[in-house]
């Protein structure tokens, strides 16, 4: 399901208009960009969680040469899913 599938299904489930559904996914999507970008956690109990987690520099290898190389320290979302969603998962 790609963005424009959920905001179809959206607003098919709530009985809004595409349009209705579409600003609110985009108001929802800003919200938690806006929350990591301050270093917050985007908690949904059930449901999961989003946050930011520090990666620590490391060595790499380039595969065509050999030449080892660092990669710098950097920061990456992450998505924790929540206890009922890994149990409707797993059927």
Do not use: H, W, Y
């Amino acid at each position: 399901m790609n963005k424009n599938d959920f905001i179809a299904a959206l607003a098919e489930q709530e009985g809004i208009e595409k349009k209705q559904a579409e600003a609110c996914t985009a108001a929802v999507l800003k919200c938690i960009e806006a929350a990591l970008v301050a270093g917050q956690k985007v908690q949904f109990v059930g449901f999961g969680s989003f946050e930011v987690r520090a990666r620590a520099e490391k060595k790499v290898r380039n595969p065509q040469t050999g030449e080892s190389l660092v990669a710098p320290a950097t920061k990456v979302p992450v998505f924790k899913p929540g206890k009922s969603l890994k149990e409707l998962v797993a059927g």
